[in-house]
């Protein structure tokens, strides 16, 4: 090989080198358009109204919720997910207690909501905002918004600790949602244990404290746990029944799932922002200067 080729390459490698590290990288890594995933979460002796039995039962809970990308919908700056969620009742041998959806988007690189494609709750149109699935990459230990589908809000996630999850490392992060009214329902007041005849209107209403473990360099939850308080009011404000209460914790498969999913993932971006750079440095450097003593040597 010419000492000019030799110098050529080598110098070619050394300009890469950044190029991939810091313009090339950060456009690779991003959230997946093509998105397909199943979590599953329990909730051991939860409380809910039943629909079937008008009355609140004690069981627990199997809550299978699938995730799909759509591809169509995505571009080069966001990305499109469908959700879908089952509740099953364990304890009762009753499936599908209840099925909620969702469709949401946001910036594949940001993780922040984005407003479009018929982003929905129940088919109820929605303003996104805040985190919506991941936290963004290279998360830091601060404070984020992050949206809560159940008040359909962003409310503040507060960093509380580092943790481990499997032995990878994560931060932790707190969200409370305050007291919000999430809708308004019409019930037999029998039911509810009141003196009328009839039906009357009740208002749901939805608090809780959600702790999310994040992987910090690729912003991916590993574990999360949602405390979930639901209960009916009645329009004067007093509390007539449970509608919803129990802790919901993803299952130990789940969290090793997404755990081997994060290290995966970090592995890559490691590859891609540090490796495979500091490769073509090496490699580059090493050319520019064999070609050189090539050169000298030729020259002598």
Excluded at 18 to 43: M, R, S, V
Excluded at 160 to 186: H, I, M, W
Excluded at 239 to 264: C, H, P, Q, W, Y
Aim: aromatic content about 8%.
């Amino acid at each position: 090989m010419s000492t000019l080729v030799l110098i050529g390459v080598g110098a070619f490698f050394i300009a890469l080198a950044p190029l991939l590290k810091f313009w090339a990288a950060p456009k690779l890594i991003a959230a997946p358009a093509n998105q397909f995933g199943i979590t599953e979460l329990e909730a051991k002796g939860a409380q809910y109204f039943s629909k079937q039995d008008l009355k609140v039962l004690t069981a627990d809970l199997r809550v299978i919720v699938t995730t799909r990308g759509d591809v169509k919908e995505a571009n080069s700056q966001r990305v499109v997910w469908d959700e879908a969620t089952v509740i099953n009742d364990v304890t009762n041998s009753r499936p599908q207690i209840d099925l909620s959806d969702r469709r949401s988007a946001f910036d594949k690189y940001s993780g922040v909501g984005v407003n479009c494609c018929g982003v929905n709750i129940g088919k109820a149109p929605v303003t996104l905002e805040g985190q919506i699935y991941k936290f963004p990459f290279d998360v830091e230990k601060k404070t984020y918004k992050v949206f809560n589908s159940s008040a359909a809000k962003a409310f503040d996630a507060t960093f509380v600790r580092e943790d481990q999850v499997n032995g990878l490392p994560v931060y932790v992060f707190e969200q409370s949602v305050p007291a919000t009214k999430v809708a308004t329902l019409t019930a037999p007041a029998s039911v509810l244990g009141m003196t009328e005849t009839g039906d009357v209107q009740v208002d749901r209403w939805y608090d809780g404290k959600t702790t999310f473990w994040i992987e910090p360099t690729t912003g991916a939850p590993v574990n999360q746990e949602v405390q979930r308080h639901e209960v009916l009011k009645t329009q004067d404000g007093i509390e007539r029944s449970a509608a919803f209460i129990g802790t919901l914790k993803m299952t130990d498969k789940t969290v090793a799932d997404l755990v081997n999913s994060a290290e995966s993932n970090k592995s890559q971006m490691n590859l891609l922002r540090n490796i495979v750079p500091l490769i073509l440095l090496i490699v580059g450097v090493a050319a520019v200067v064999a070609g050189v003593l090539l050169a000298r040597r030729r020259s002598s």
